[in-house]
């Protein structure tokens, strides 16, 4: 095992990572998998609340007893220590937690209601950035890898603010003022994810992003889940350029995507610096049974062929034997990651993931 970052055996795990990147030659694709469980609900649904000071001594216990148990690695990728918080609390009054996540209740006043707002004065900025100075006092930043903090993208906290109906609907009534509104809620989401990276600890001339890569360069982890509501050229003229701006802000900007927003894959293909995940959609039911919603890795195929052209992709979904071979058959192994779900993780793993050519680690 490979406890923390100062293990000899870690630069091989990043020169990996490196490749990856690179969308370079590799006999095997990253791997991170889980046991399939069914989706959680959340047991006492209430509001989020600003995160407490951060004690330093309990910080440093738990992330040394984590790294003590578990090590540096889940499979291929990286066990990351987190700091950020829900990002749509910049940007709305309240976050429900219920059904299992998060869910910003709108609260659109008029189109002006960012012009003036400065993030900084916000008991949620001050509290990220003084508890996340506090995590990196409190343990050696040479031994445990920070993440980048999470991020709705401007699509998605701009449906956080007034929901979708309001938001498909100003595309049509309201395009300026909709524009003016993405452009200031993409200079918040600038100005913090800049403020907190700044407080990182970099490694190997590198960062962290929260799905587990070592990255080349600052980093910044994104969502774009609110593409699904657009066509190609509605989202080329509101979105697509508050994208880009984040990503010039960024060297290694990182986006989370789902199936259904598909007709922008190539888009987002095309912002040279942006790395891609994709998520498969699938929900593992209480009776066992993996129900698919959407299009599935077959009907996928021939768009990741095309991302993959120019850069490398992760995928996250439920898989199996067949869907695994299928992947690897396709897709050229260097520059994919295959996260997610699976039956038999043990048995995928013996098949799969065996890393002790891949690190140098020999494991039974």
């Known amino acids: 095992m490979i406890r923390d970052l100062t293990d000899v055996r870690a630069e091989a795990v990043m020169q990996r990572h490196a490749t990856y990147w690179q969308n370079g030659e590799w006999y095997r694709p990253l791997f991170r998998i889980s046991q399939a469980q069914t989706l959680g609900d959340t047991p006492n649904p209430h509001y989020l609340e600003p995160p407490p000071p951060l004690d330093a001594k309990s910080f440093r216990d738990g992330i040394e007893r984590s790294y003590d148990s578990d090590g540096l690695l889940s499979d291929d990728l990286i066990r990351m220590v987190g700091t950020g918080i829900t990002s749509e609390a910049l940007v709305v009054d309240r976050v429900a937690i219920r059904a299992g996540t998060s869910w910003a209740e709108p609260c659109f006043r008029d189109w002006h209601q960012f012009d003036n707002y ?57 395009p300026n003022e909709l524009k003016n509104m993405l452009a200031r809620i993409t200079d918040i989401i600038i100005e913090t994810g800049l403020a907190h990276s700044e407080l990182l600890p970099s490694y190997k001339g590198g960062y962290f992003n929260s799905y587990g890569l070592w990255t080349p360069g600052r980093t910044i982890t994104l969502t774009f889940d609110g593409g699904c509501l657009f066509s190609p050229a509605c989202y080329e003229e509101f979105f697509l350029p508050q994208d880009i701006r984040i990503c010039e802000a960024f060297d290694t900007p990182f986006v989370h995507l789902h199936a259904a927003s598909r007709q922008h894959f190539l888009a987002w293909r095309d912002i040279p610096n942006l790395g891609l995940q994709c998520v498969i959609d699938q929900a593992w039911l209480p009776e066992n049974v993996n129900q698919p919603i959407g299009p599935q890795l077959e009907e996928l195929l021939p768009l990741f062929k ?59």
Not at 337 to 359: C, M, S
């Open 118 to 174: 400065k993030v900084k004065d916000t008991i949620w900025f001050q509290r990220l950035m003084d508890n996340t100075k506090r995590a990196v006092d409190a343990v050696d930043t040479n031994k445990y890898p920070f993440s980048c903090m999470a991020f709705r993208g401007p699509v998605d906290m701009a449906e956080a603010v007034m929901k979708g109906e309001r938001l498909c609907a100003a595309v049509i009534d309201h």
């Open 306 to 364: 095309k991302i993959r052209e120019k850069k490398s992709l992760m995928l996250y979904g439920f898989f199996d034997e067949k869907l695994l071979e299928l992947a690897l058959k396709e897709l050229p192994p260097g520059g994919s990651a295959i996260t997610g779900l699976v039956e038999e993780p043990d048995a995928i793993r013996q098949k799969y993931v065996k890393r002790e050519n891949q690190f140098g680690i020999k494991e039974s």
